[in-house]
């Protein structure tokens, strides 16, 4: 079965200007979840999605930060306008059952880097 | 909000040594994981811990969740140079609708052939 595929897999962008990340997660999985590392940092929560509704997204950074789930199978993190310090490495995960652990299966990232 | 405290930060080590890391955290956690991330991928689930005092073996690499319920280890025996990458804790409480991870800053592991 085809994994979690995110794209782009890097993003260079400018302050000030906007990026959208694409999350695509194991078919059938309800459940998906957008991460971020920053730089030498832990992995954070930013929001979490079951079908096309936002069941938790007390991580989201600020309302710079747009996370959408249309029709409940692919996402879109999208940040405008663009800082510094939203460079780091956004992740997505999805799993097939809520509090199902064992099937949490995490992308490969999408490195952002704003200078 | 919660955090994880994971040591060592970084190690080096000669390929056959053992390796131990742990995490420590400022609450009660009721399962612990412990996720691997190679260059250029996302982090890979290694060994789930359910139950306090559990210790979880998976190959060469052992895991402890504390009777504390506040830390966990991993272990990796006679290491071996693709064991190279990052080491996440990650902590989780289930029940309810929130099913976030809390993550430990890693430990970056080498392996010197």
């Known amino acids: 079965e085809a994994g979690v595929t995110q794209f782009p897999s890097h993003s260079v962008i400018e302050k000030g200007q906007t990026v959208t990340l694409r999350c695509d997660p194991i078919s059938g999985h309800d459940n998906l979840y957008w991460y971020r590392r920053v730089m030498g940092k832990e992995i954070k929560f930013l929001l979490h999605?079951?079908?096309?509704?936002?069941?938790?997204e007390s991580g989201m950074p600020n309302n710079r930060f747009l996370a959408e789930r249309t029709g409940g199978t692919y996402s879109t993190l999208k940040v405008q306008p663009a800082e510094l310090e939203d460079s780091g490495v956004y992740f997505c995960?999805?799993?097939?059952?809520?509090?199902?652990?064992?099937?949490?299966?995490f992308g490969s990232g999408t490195r952002l880097t704003v200078v | 909000g919660q955090q994880l405290n994971q040591s060592p930060q970084s190690m080096f080590i000669q390929e056959g040594e053992d390796v131990s890391m742990n995490c420590t955290s400022s609450s009660i956690f009721n399962t612990w994981l412990w996720y691997k991330q190679d260059p250029g991928e996302g982090p890979v689930l290694l060994i789930a811990l359910y139950k306090a005092g559990e210790l979880t073996s998976n190959g060469r690499l052992t895991a402890q969740f504390g009777i504390t319920r506040k830390d966990s280890f991993l272990n990796i025996s006679a290491s071996i140079p693709s064991d190279v990458g990052i080491y996440f804790c990650?902590?989780?409480?289930?029940?309810?609708?929130?099913?976030?991870?809390?993550f430990g800053k890693g430990t970056l592991l080498t392996v010197n052939p």
């Open positions: 990650a902590g989780y409480n289930s029940g309810g609708s929130n099913y976030k991870l809390t």
């Open positions: 995960a999805s799993s097939s059952r809520t509090g199902a652990i064992y099937g949490y299966t």
């Open positions: 999605f079951v079908k096309e509704s936002k069941q938790d």
